[in-house]
C-alpha cells in the first residue's frame, strides 16, 4: 500500500478533466482502508469510487483514498430470491451482468450506469422505472472516525429520487464498502413500460422478454442516446428531472402543448429536464473543447482538454435559462468537487 504525490486524476473520473491529487492511495482491501484512515493526518478524506458522478473542478489537496474493494458473494440463496453482495469497487454494470449471467432479476434496467458498487447507494442509482432501493437489502460502511464497520438497513438509508442518507447526514462520515441486494431467482417482475424498452424488444422481435433481453434492450437504448465516457468524458445525466406542482404544469401546457410528463402524485408532476433543456436550445451546442451532447441534452461531454469551472459555468448557464424560459429550477445530479 503506496501513498503516491502528485497524480493526475484523469484516468479516474469519467469526465477525464486533469487535475491533481497532492497525495493519493488505492486500498484493495478493509485492513488496507482501515489502517489509511488510522494514521492520516488528513480530517476529511476524499473519498474517490468509479468516479462516474462528478466533475472535478480543482486540484485535491486531501488525502484521496481510491476504493478498489473487489469481489462478489452470494450470501443467502432460497426457492425464490438470492442475496448477492458486491464489494464497493466492482464496476456496477459488470455486476449486473454477473447476477444476469446467473439469471438473478431486479437489477436488469439499471444496465450500463456507469460507476462502482460503492457509489451506487449514495445516489440511489434509477433507470427506466426501476432504482436501486428497489432490491436493496443493506450496505456496510466503514466510519471514517472510528474504523469501525456498520451495516445499514434500506430504512436507514433513507432513499429518495437520486438521495440517500449518505448524500444528507452522513456525508463525509462513512465509506461504503459492499451492497447486498435482494434478486429474484425466477418469476422476475420485470419493467418494461417505462421509456422506449417496449419499442427496442419489438424491434428485437422479443414477444416474451427475459431478464437478459430486457438488459440488452436499455444497452441499446442508452448507448444510442448516451455517450461512452471511454471515448467522450461525461458523467451521464447531469440533471435531476424536476418534480412541479400539477398546477404549473397545467399552465406550462398552455404553452408548450407538447411537454411531456409523468405522473408522481395527485399533485406532483415529473418533467423530464433534457426535454427543458433542449426546448431551451442547448441540445448538440459545442463551447470549443465542453457543450451539450447531440442525441441527450441531458449529457454535458468534455470533447478534450476542457476544464471542470468551463463545463461548471456551461452547467449554471443551463439551470438559469430554464428559470428563466418555464420558471422551473433544475438540479445538478453530479457532484460539484
Not at 458522478?53 to 486540484?59: F, G, V
Not at 427475459?210 to 461512452?228: G, H, T
Not at 471515448?231 to 404553452?255: C, T
Request: contains cysteine; charged residues 20%.
Amino acid at each position: 500500500m503506496l501513498v503516491q504525490h502528485h497524480i493526475s486524476l484523469k484516468p479516474y473520473n469519467t469526465f477525464g478533466i486533469d487535475v491533481s491529487a497532492h497525495n493519493f492511495v488505492s486500498v484493495s482491501s478493509l485492513q488496507d482502508l482501515k489502517s489509511v484512515l488510522a494514521n492520516t493526518q488528513t480530517k476529511q478524506p476524499f473519498i474517490l469510487g468509479g468516479g462516474s458522478n462528478m466533475l472535478l473542478t480543482k486540484d485535491i489537496e486531501e488525502l484521496v483514498i481510491h476504493v478498489n474493494l473487489k469481489g462478489i458473494e452470494i450470501i443467502e440463496e432460497q426457492n425464490d430470491y438470492v442475496l448477492v453482495k458486491g464489494n464497493a469497487g466492482e464496476n456496477w454494470h459488470e455486476f449486473v451482468l454477473w447476477c444476469l449471467d446467473h439469471n438473478f432479476g431486479g437489477i436488469e434496467n439499471l444496465s450500463l450506469i456507469p460507476g462502482n458498487i460503492g457509489t451506487a447507494p449514495i445516489q440511489n442509482i434509477g433507470a427506466y422505472g426501476v432504482e436501486l432501493k428497489d432490491v436493496f437489502e443493506n450496505c456496510e460502511a466503514m466510519d471514517i472516525a472510528t474504523q469501525e464497520l456498520v451495516t445499514f438497513s434500506k430504512e436507514q438509508c433513507q432513499f429518495g429520487y437520486r438521495e440517500s442518507y449518505f448524500k444528507n447526514e452522513a456525508k463525509g462520515h462513512y465509506i461504503i464498502t459492499s451492497v447486498t441486494l435482494k434478486l429474484t431467482k425466477g418469476n422476475h417482475k420485470l419493467h418494461t413500460d417505462y421509456g422506449a424498452i417496449m419499442a427496442q424488444l419489438a424491434a428485437d422481435n422479443i414477444s416474451k422478454p427475459s431478464v437478459k433481453d430486457i438488459s440488452n434492450a436499455v444497452i441499446a437504448i442508452r448507448e444510442s442516446k448516451l455517450p461512452n465516457p471511454k471515448k467522450i468524458g461525461n458523467s451521464g445525466s447531469f440533471f435531476k428531472n424536476p418534480v412541479i406542482s400539477k398546477q404549473q404544469f397545467e399552465q406550462l401546457k398552455e404553452q408548450f402543448p407538447n411537454i411531456p410528463s409523468y405522473v408522481v402524485s395527485q399533485d406532483a408532476i415529473k418533467v423530464p429536464a433534457g426535454w427543458l433543456i433542449e426546448t431551451a436550445g442547448f441540445k448538440g451546442k459545442a463551447f470549443g473543447s465542453y457543450g451539450v451532447h447531440k442525441q441527450q441534452a441531458l449529457v454535458l461531454v468534455n470533447y478534450g482538454g476542457a476544464k471542470g469551472e468551463d463545463i461548471f459555468e456551461l452547467a449554471k448557464l443551463i439551470q438559469d435559462t430554464v428559470k428563466r424560459l418555464f420558471g422551473i429550477s433544475i438540479e445538478m445530479e453530479v457532484n460539484i468537487i
